[in-house]
């Protein structure tokens, strides 16, 4: 069987969006499946039509160069038409079973329109709401004329789509408020290749030093600096978690929009002797700087975005054996059982925040049993070879 991926962008770019897919694809290749892939213009420059990295095959697609490429808000539309050219080419060429495309629905739109002229199933995947992470980006209002739009693009993918997956149970609950047949939507959780995570026993001895934190507790937050993350919220609470504990500091690595806005909150607070904030760190060294951090803190706040979809920065910290607090947001709840594999707070509020992480260095009698629990948890069920085996049945339902 050979699956035809439709993607918005591919590795070798650095994101959440990338990485999922390499370890679907690559899981998919574990069980005899052939994959080729079409990236959206929106992958950005390419030196090859046809690219290869890491052993797959990239089919690139140049953007129009039309007049709609030139207007704010229909210059997505003319992604369409260019994307489902070079995925009519690529059929041609690989002759593949299956079109599977992924999130965003103009993906899903340019897959559906190759699917009918070549006769192939179309399944569409699901990531995100996209209308909804470009409200927390600011490019669009909840309810305003874009966002609607968006939304009943993703509707109408969905309902002419073969079949449906989604990453989780929050994605696929919305879906079923549209009148999709929940025997349609499959949900293809995230999850960690566990073997490339070794449980983190020891600090980095010379990075604690350079960075000041001997002898310190160590709160920590490894990712990007999106509002929706709520690390203003994290900051805030930081005097809180000082007057019960004055040895707790916060490390915060990363970069991102909100990190000018978080500097200044950090200024106004007097908190710069506290929090440590060493910017982007390269994609080797992030071990070392989790190895630092005696409490993750994921304090996403409450929003459709943070409710419905599921993140995969907890799954990674279980995977090394790291303690982890989180707002109580749908998403985190999927993933983390309070008092079994981590802590959960009430989302959006500071001392119920500050007051957990009290508890928690109040108590490390139990660390070592959440840690535990954690790591199994992603070890036994939320490993790739679990999530990927869910396509199966999807795929031979359509496939006949």
């Known amino acids: 069987m050979k699956i035809l991926h439709v993607l918005d962008h591919s590795i070798p770019l650095h994101s959440g969006y990338t990485f999922r897919t390499r370890s679907i694809l690559k899981q998919q290749h574990a069980l005899g499946w052939q994959t080729c892939h079409v990236t959206s213009p929106k992958h ?16 690139r697609t140049s953007a129009s160069p039309g007049l709609l490429s030139k207007i704010p808000a229909v210059n997505q539309m003319a992604l369409i038409a260019p994307m ?17 495309a992924h999130s965003p629905a103009l993906n899903g739109v340019a897959a559906l329109q190759a699917g009918r002229k070549s006769g192939l199933p179309v ?7 996209w209308e909804d992470a470009a409200v927390d980006h600011g490019t669009c209002r909840e309810g305003d004329l874009r966002y609607r739009l968006t939304r009943k693009l993703e509707t109408y993918v969905v309902k002419h789509a073969n079949a449906v997956t989604t990453i989780c149970e929050g994605l696929r609950n919305d879906l079923l408020t549209r009148q999709v047949p929940s025997d349609k939507i499959t949900v293809i959780p995230n999850a960690v290749n566990i073997e490339q995570f070794n449980l983190i026993e020891h600090k980095d001895a010379a990075l604690l030093s ?24 994290l900051v805030r609470a930081m005097p809180l978690a000082l007057a019960a504990n004055p040895d707790i500091r916060l490390l915060l690595v ?3 929009p909100q990190e000018d806005n978080i500097r200044q909150l950090i200024k106004e607070l ?9 910017g982007r760190v390269p994609h080797q ?16 706040k409450s929003m459709r975005l943070t409710e419905l979809v599921t993140p995969l920065k907890p799954l990674e910290a279980m995977a090394q054996g790291k303690l982890l607090l989180a707002s109580d947001v749908g998403g985190h709840r999927e993933l983390i059982a309070d008092g079994e594999t981590g802590w959960l707070f009430a989302s959006n509020d500071i001392p119920a925040l500050a007051e957990k992480i009290r508890t928690v260095f109040a108590d ?11 790591r199994a948890f992603v070890e036994n069920q939320r490993n790739w070879a679990n999530s990927v085996a869910r396509y199966q049945p999807v795929y031979q339902a359509l496939k006949g």
Not at 124 to 129: H, L, P
Not at 211 to 232: P, T
Not at 270 to 278: A, E, G, K, T
Request: with cysteine; charged share 25%; glycine share 12%.
């Open 44 to 59: 950005g420059a390419f030196e090859q039509d046809i690219e290869e990295v890491d052993g797959l095959r990239f089919y």
């Open 84 to 100: 489902r050219q070079r995925i009519l080419e690529a059929i041609e060429q690989e002759k593949p079973d299956i079109i599977h």
């Open 123 to 129: 399944v569409y995947e699901i990531r995100a709401f």
């Open 210 to 233: 350079e960075l000041g934190l001997e002898g310190k507790q160590v709160l920590g937050f490894i990712g990007s600096f999106y509002a929706y993350e709520g690390l203003d919220l």
């Open 254 to 256: 990363g970069g991102g």
């Open 270 to 278: 007097n908190l710069q002797d506290v929090v440590v904030m060493p």
């Open 285 to 300: 060294d992030v071990s070392r700087y989790y190895s630092l951090v005696d409490l993750l803190v994921y304090p996403r």
């Open 364 to 374: 490390p009698g139990c660390w070592s049993n959440i840690i535990k629990q954690g």
